[in-house]
């Protein structure tokens, strides 16, 4: 089991920057590919970013450039830094685990074992 809690949303003016931190227990987050999906009122739960347990890196398209996850395994905790945020950004934010290692596996929901209770991002124009 592992139990993962986030940490860091909050309202930001367009043009800021947030760091959202995902604190893992119960196993090492380097015995799966960790997970960031948002979800936004009336839309489907959104991949954003993925860390795979040998380090590489996915990113979603509309984040690209702009974010960036990065894992301390000493404080077992996944961090999606988010800079030059956009009104288009808010959403609830999610943390994920997934021990699901298929080609481009880390894009579904579905793939993920365990996830957090969420956080809220608001980006104000």
């Known amino acids: 089991q592992v139990q993962l809690v986030e940490s860091g949303g909050g309202l930001v003016q367009a043009g800021g920057s947030l760091r959202l931190s995902c604190a893992a227990s119960?196993?090492?987050?380097?015995?799966?590919?960790s997970g960031w999906f948002r979800q936004a009122p009336g839309k489907e739960r959104e991949f954003v970013a993925a860390?795979?347990?040998?380090?590489?890196?996915y990113y979603g398209d509309p984040v690209k450039g702009r974010f960036i996850i990065w894992r301390d395994n000493a404080k077992n905790t996944v961090y999606l830094q988010m800079n030059s945020l956009q009104p288009e950004d808010t959403a609830v934010y999610y943390c994920?685990?997934?021990?699901?290692?298929?080609?481009?596996?880390?894009?579904?929901?579905?793939?993920?074992?365990?996830w957090g209770q969420g956080t809220q991002v608001t980006v104000s124009s």
């Open positions: 860390m795979r347990s040998a380090g590489t890196r």
């Open positions: 119960g196993r090492t987050f380097t015995s799966y590919t």
């Open positions: 994920a685990a997934s021990s699901y290692s298929g080609y481009g596996s880390y894009v579904h929901p579905g793939k993920y074992d365990y």
